[in-house]
């Protein structure tokens, strides 16, 4: 089976820095992904970690240890736009299908 | 807007109406996805073309779906006899290599099913 588990919900306030843990177990893997959605919205790609290391991309860092089949998403100067839900994604194989986890809804406040 | 389209933006159907969804992916891209999502959940892949090839179909897929892309653009997701199970979001992504070799993917807004 497949599984990836990421906490259901943060919170954190405009400015801070927050990172979202994700953890999976699957039967393939050739990388890991980010997307955010926002509420009604489709899921926009934010990032993608092939090899063990950090990617940055602006305010945005991911992270990858496939030795301990672990990545996180790094978000620094939050701001209220970044509230949002946070998915992280598994590419199983060479076709690129995504197993997504659960999603961390992230509250930024004042 | 991520230039990937999908018709109808809501559907609302009795139990047992078979429905059609299209989505129009972005120009070029060879790579198109189906993807399903039920509120608080992420996605969940239900098949993806390389051109007009259905490369991968979900073994959660029911064969009451069928997806074509008959000529490597547009594709089609059809729902037979619809369930009240059915209903959720039914989303399309599309990519191609130079998209960082086909792993940043460009979602459509979806279609929303509702199944009475």
């Known amino acids: 089976g497949q599984s990836l588990e990421q906490p259901s919900e943060v919170t954190a306030v405009e400015g801070a820095i927050v990172q979202i843990n994700c953890t999976y177990q699957?039967?393939?893997?050739?990388?890991l992904s980010w997307y955010q959605q926002h509420d009604g919205g489709a899921p926009t790609f934010l990032s993608y970690n092939g090899l063990d290391g950090l990617e940055e991309t602006g305010r945005f860092s991911s992270f990858l240890s496939r030795s301990d089949s672990y990545g996180y998403l790094l978000l620094q100067e939050l701001q209220m736009k970044d509230s949002a839900s946070y998915f992280c994604?598994?590419?199983?194989?060479?076709?690129?299908?995504?197993?997504f986890g659960g999603g961390t809804r992230l509250m930024v406040k004042p | 807007d991520t230039g990937v389209s999908q018709n109808p933006r809501h559907k609302i159907t009795k139990r047992g109406q078979n429905v059609t969804f299209r989505c129009d992916p972005i120009?070029?891209?060879?790579?198109l996805y189906w993807y399903r999502q039920t509120l608080g959940q992420g996605p969940e892949f239900l098949t993806y073309f390389q051109n007009e090839a259905q490369l991968e179909k979900s073994r959660l897929l029911s064969d009451r779906f069928s997806a074509e892309r008959p000529k490597g653009s547009f594709s089609t997701l059809e729902i037979q006899r619809t369930e009240q199970g059915d209903s959720a979001m039914y989303l399309c992504?599309?990519?191609?290599?130079?998209?960082?070799?086909?792993?940043?993917?460009?979602f459509g807004p979806g279609t929303r099913l509702t199944v009475l």
């Open positions: 994604a598994v590419r199983n194989n060479a076709g690129n299908m995504l197993t």
């Open positions: 992504a599309s990519t191609a290599y130079r998209d960082k070799n086909y792993n940043e993917q460009f």
């Open positions: 120009s070029e891209h060879n790579r």
């Open positions: 699957t039967s393939g893997f050739y990388g």
